[in-house]
């Protein structure tokens, strides 16, 4: 189980403090939730009444222009993300939360020298930010124990940046991410859907991207077509994780050294330099866009190395490898694939025995194509 691994503090949770706090329990839902949020180590933690999303009609408008790719799941979760009710008639309202991943919010699974998005650099949020969810509901049930109380970490059919802005826990960037004034965007979203009653309705957050552009001129494959308006099938993050598909030979170039995922329109965004800051993080390497085709012998050895596993290696063992990580929701195909296209973009030619042998019928096209750009 990759919960039981020796835990950072952020995970422990003060079950003392918390029952010290209890006492000063005055029967508000937000009141707890403040002091639930402090002793679980989220950095938000709000409460709203279940309302219609107010950004239902730009979702639509994506799935018809067909931004979502091949993630058809999209299309089919859009009658219950229009109405939440129609899954949960019960539900009045909406906890949401946000725990920051940056610095890492899990110990990792494993570190892969290979450049990854931040989120994936710890344990998967799936299972641990769930775990979490579920503790916090074992609290919620002991304070209110007639209410239900259901959890979510992204892969329901919420529209979670909408609950979370309507929850004021950030606006929508013009990258299309929440951000918060204080937080940046480098937070995951959860939600529990329960029946209890709202005390307060939050406002929004007003827009605080004003003139900036950063994060659009920035995208390497020009994903983010309009201020909040991403084509995602055009994204790293999609073409690297998501997608089962080989990228199409205009935008494997410009997935430049990202093995899986990409942060770069969050990591220039002024709203997160701020967050580095307070953490005092060096932040150049998270917004380098260069390829670093000169790296030190120490890591192009390393990278090596991991490509070379991953291309010689039966799927059985690069799962095994890869347990209780993110990257493990490429495949092991998918790893693979990835590794054929940074193999390519930063000139790896030690492995071009490995990419010549390599055995995957789906990969072969991809191959010929990394063999081509190998340069001795
Ligand atoms: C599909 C998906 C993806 C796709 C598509 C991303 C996208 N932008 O749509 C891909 C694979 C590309 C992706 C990438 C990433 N994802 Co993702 N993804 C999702 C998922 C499952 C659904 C998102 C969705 O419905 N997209 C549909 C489109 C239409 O939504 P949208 O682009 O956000 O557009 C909205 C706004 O722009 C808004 N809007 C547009 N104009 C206007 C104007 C006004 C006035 C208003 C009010 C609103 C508005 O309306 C749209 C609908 O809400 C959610 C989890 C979930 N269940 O919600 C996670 C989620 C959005 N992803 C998340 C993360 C962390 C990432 C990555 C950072 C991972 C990485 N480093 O590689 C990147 C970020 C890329 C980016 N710039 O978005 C987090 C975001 C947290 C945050 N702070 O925002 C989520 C919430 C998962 C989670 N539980 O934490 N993701
Ligand atoms: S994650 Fe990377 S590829 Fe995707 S929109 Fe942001 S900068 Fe572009
Ligand atoms: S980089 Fe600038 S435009 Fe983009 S989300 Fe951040 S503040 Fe908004």
Redesign the pocket.
């Known amino acids: 189980m990759i919960f039981n691994r020796g835990c950072p503090s952020i995970h422990k949770f003060n079950m003392a403090d918390f029952s010290q706090s209890l006492n000063k329990f005055n029967g508000s839902i937000e009141n707890n939730l403040e002091l639930l949020k402090n002793s679980f180590g989220l950095n938000q933690a709000a409460i709203g009444p279940l309302r219609s ?7 639509e ?3 018809v222009q067909n ?2 790719g091949t ?1 058809s799941y ?1 299309n089919e ?1 859009l009658v219950f ?1 229009k109405d939440l009710k129609t899954l949960h008639p019960q539900v009045t309202s909406v906890i949401s939360v ?2 920051s ?1 940056f610095p890492a919010a899990s110990p990792a699974a494993l570190n892969v020298p290979a450049r990854s ?4 650099q710890n344990d998967d ?1 799936h299972f641990w ?1 769930k775990e979490k969810l579920k503790s916090i509901i074992a609290e919620l049930q002991k304070i209110y124990p007639d209410a239900i109380f259901l959890p ?14 309507q929850n004021g ?5 013009k ?5 918060h004034p204080d937080h940046g ?6 939600e529990i859907l329960t029946d209890l009653k709202a005390d307060s309705t939050i406002e ?1 957050l007003p ?1 605080f991207c004003g003139k900036c552009t950063k ?1 659009i001129e920035v ?1 390497p494959t020009g ?2 077509i309009e ?4 084509r ?1 099938e055009h ?4 073409l ?4 089962k598909d080989i990228p199409d030979i205009s935008l494997r170039k410009n997935i430049g050294d990202w093995f ?4 770069l ?2 990591t220039v965004c002024p709203w997160n330099e701020k967050v580095f800051r307070q953490k005092k993080i060096e932040k150049s390497d998270l917004t380098s866009t260069e390829l670093t085709l000169n790296i030190s012998p120490e890591k192009r050895s390393d990278l090596i190395e991991y490509f070379r596993f991953l291309l010689t290696e039966s799927h059985k063992k690069i799962q095994k490898k890869h347990f209780g990580s993110p990257l493990l929701r490429a495949g092991a195909k998918g790893l693979k694939r990835n590794a054929l296209i940074v193999i390519a973009n930063k000139n790896l030619f030690e492995l071009k025995a490995e990419v010549k042998n390599l055995k995957d019928e789906a990969l072969q096209e991809l191959a010929a194509w990394t063999l081509q750009q190998l340069e001795e």
């Open positions: 999303p107010l950004s239902i009609e730009f979702y408008k994506w799935l931004y979502h993630m999209l979760h993300k946000a725990q991943y998005a931040l989120y994936a949020y930010l979510y970490v992204d892969s329901g059919p919420l529209l979670e940046r909408d609950l979370g802005y826990l950030g606006w929508f960037g990258n299309t991410c929440l951000i965007s480098l937070f995951f979203l959860a929004p827009d994060c995208c994903a983010i201020p909040r308006v991403l995602a994204c790293i993050s999609y690297t994780i998501e997608s899986f995922g990409c942060d329109c969050q």
